[in-house]
């Protein structure tokens, strides 16, 4: 039996905002191992690929801590254009410092998008670097910030190309897509949930979105007939109007990596001591690179736009590579894959598993696989392993992130508040019940 | 239905007042720089800012006359050693910082950027300004490397070297290092602009030791 058969559970997990060389490029330092399967950071004082440019000065990437940063990184779609900063069709990957100073009007020596992690600072994510497997070849799907990324990976398409306080028009919603082909699935939050940008709120408040504080049990006591096939695991949003018993641990500057990366161990924690581990696929992936250097360029996959779609200018390349993780016994230990895959590349997986044809999505899907966007069934090994590495147990410290409530700044909280609202609007009582937190969006 | 109509519209007018509330009450940054980014000793670097909001102008290690300005305007200010300037402005409802670094008399800064490439010329090449924005009148070169993994021709002024990738000239030591430097590097004879430019990612740099006085 092919390994995808064996695969019994999909779980899938969208962090916010990092980019690979920031998370993972410290894999091929040497002294961090100097792994040469990995495309990562080598020879900075020397390789022209690492040089970013401002004002004819040379900025290179530097070792940082973990940390609340001073600002949010630019990640827009103009923005993102000024960091790939294109010699003639070439993304030069020159431009992350003069996309910050424009936004922030801050120039320091060490400008911080072009900080990179060491493995102290992203403990869970070195763990599962060095005992599964590291894609480091994924881009998010189109050079811009949050919504469209996250409306490619659910949709695998994107009627906007920017993140506003909107509910988010959309087609080929992966929930319709599972419920259509019979799949049992199950999404986890912390606390507000991104879905309901979506507006399909009876996906969300139909029973199948469960607290993170329910996995566990779940997990426990699930029949073997109502194991979800595929799963969606959210992180708290920092950007969430309303934080009630979880604090902000999706990645999204200006917060640290760190409770992001206990949110990893929780998961990975959950999963690997039941015995369903046999049969389960993890894949933690970015949404997009938050506005954190990468040196590779973005793949020349292009997007036309898209039939009722809020913007003109078609995309002509994928977004930033994005750091990519799988864990599974049907991943080798250590190992890298070097194929290009995207967040489209979770539906051809869906498409694979559930209906027997990474071509069976949509059109939108196989336009990009037929650019060369793969499957994530690509990285899969033919015999399964039987070791279940433990997860780290050394308590890491993790910087403060709690934070009085302050006013709505940016788009995705407003976006997220405008959801909220429309969802209590929709059915206040299931929605309380589902989110308790939204009741002080009523106060 | 009335009552559906009316809590949305109570929604939406409660979503928009305070973001209306809150627009008008916010600060924002629109500049701020501090130049030269590289000095000497004893150099006055300007500070220039514009911001909304209650401005305060700061500095680490502090240095005279920082504190309470206008909210917008320019100002020299001496600086001895590193030094970090910062600007805080505050309103209403928020306030907003960021920061700008001079660095007295590194070893030395690598410059350069995106070059171009010319198939009549046979040549990539790129200029390079340094003004007082980037480098004090008062930086001396104790030294260039070709930061670049081919050779270069690199002039400025009446000066020139050939230098090879990775290796050094004193062609220009006690030079100014301010002024509008040149990089060029040949194409081989069977060689595209387009392999050219893939064999330094576009771009050409050198590093320059630095120098302050004699």
């Known amino acids: 039996m092919a390994a995808l058969d064996r695969i019994k559970t999909i779980v899938v997990v969208i962090m916010e905002n990092r980019s690979f060389d920031h998370v993972l490029g410290y894999l091929s330092l040497p002294e961090y191992g100097g792994r040469r399967d990995v495309e990562g950071l080598v020879d900075l004082d020397t390789d022209p690929r690492f040089a970013n440019e401002y004002d004819q000065q040379i900025y290179r990437p530097f070792p940082m801590g973990d940390g609340r940063l001073l600002h949010d990184l630019p990640h827009g779609r103009q923005q993102v254009a000024t960091q790939l900063a294109m010699s003639g069709t070439t993304p030069t990957m020159s431009g992350f410092v003069k996309a910050y100073v424009e936004e922030n009007h801050s120039i320091v020596e060490q400008p911080p998008p072009l900080g990179y992690l060491g493995p102290d600072s992203v403990f869970m994510s070195d763990f599962l670097a060095r005992n599964y497997l590291v894609c480091d070849h994924w881009f998010a799907p189109l050079p811009t910030d949050t919504h469209p990324n996250r409306v490619m990976a659910f949709t695998g398409s994107a009627t906007v190309d920017d993140t506003q306080s909107r509910i988010i028009p959309h087609r080929n919603l992966v929930f319709d897509w599972l419920t259509q082909h019979g799949v049992r699935w199950r999404a986890y939050h912390c606390g507000f949930s991104f879905f309901p940008l979506f507006g399909e709120f009876e996906h969300i408040l139909g029973g199948r979105f469960h607290s993170m504080r329910q996995l566990v049990s779940d997990i426990a006591t699930d029949k073997d007939d109502e194991v979800p096939q595929v799963v969606f695991v959210e992180p708290e949003y920092g950007d969430s109007p309303v934080h009630f018993g979880f604090s902000p641990n999706d990645n999204h500057p200006p917060d640290p990596i760190g409770p992001g990366e206990h949110f990893l161990r929780d998961i990975y924690t959950a999963l690997s001591v039941s015995p369903r581990w046999a049969q389960t696929m993890l894949i933690v992936i970015h949404d997009e690179h938050g506005g954190f250097f990468d040196h590779v360029a973005p793949l020349p996959v292009k997007m036309p736009v898209p039939a009722g779609a809020l913007y003109r200018q078609p995309f002509e390349t994928t977004g930033v590579r994005v750091p990519a993780l799988i864990a599974s016994p049907f991943v080798r230990a250590g190992t890298c894959y070097r194929g290009n895959l995207d967040h489209t590349s979770l539906l051809q997986l869906f498409a694979e598993k559930f209906a027997g044809d990474r071509r069976a999505y949509s059109d939108d899907v196989n336009r990009r696989l037929d650019q060369g966007i793969g499957s994530v069934s690509s990285v899969l090994a033919a015999q399964a392993r039987t070791d279940v590495p433990p997860a780290p147990t050394k308590a890491v410290p993790v910087a403060q992130v709690l934070q009085a409530t302050k006013p709505l700044i940016n788009e995705n909280q407003k976006a997220l508040l405008l959801a909220g609202q429309k969802l209590l609007a929709h059915d206040r009582t299931k929605a309380i019940r589902q989110f308790p937190e939204l009741v002080h969006l009523q106060s | ?214």
């Open chain 2, 1 to 214: 239905m009335k009552d559906e109509m009316r809590t949305q519209l109570f929604l939406t007018v409660r979503s928009i007042v305070p973001a209306l509330i809150l627009c008008a009450g916010c600060a924002s940054i629109e500049n701020f720089s501090a130049n030269p980014r590289t000095a000497c000793a004893g150099d006055a670097v300007t500070v220039t800012w514009a911001a909304v909001g209650d401005v305060t102008i700061g500095s680490e290690p502090p240095v005279a006359d920082i504190g309470a300005k206008a909210s917008s305007g320019s100002q020299r200010f001496v600086i001895d050693r590193d030094t970090r300037f910062t600007l805080k402005t505050s309103r209403l409802f928020s306030c907003k910082r960021t920061e700008a670094d001079v660095v007295v008399a590194p070893p030395a800064r690598e410059f350069g950027g995106i070059a171009a490439c010319s198939a009549a010329d046979r040549a990539i090449a790129l200029t390079v300004p340094l003004d007082e924005r980037q480098v004090s009148s008062a930086l001396k070169v104790s030294s260039v490397t070709n930061a670049n993994r081919r050779a270069i021709v690199l002039a400025k002024g009446g000066r020139q070297a050939t230098i090879p990738a990775g290796g050094r000239s004193a062609e220009f030591d006690r030079e100014p290092v301010a002024g509008t430097w040149t990089l060029r590097t040949e194409l081989a004879p069977s060689e595209s602009c387009e392999d050219a430019l893939r064999s330094v990612a576009n771009r050409l740099t050198f590093r320059v030791g630095f120098g302050c006085g004699e």
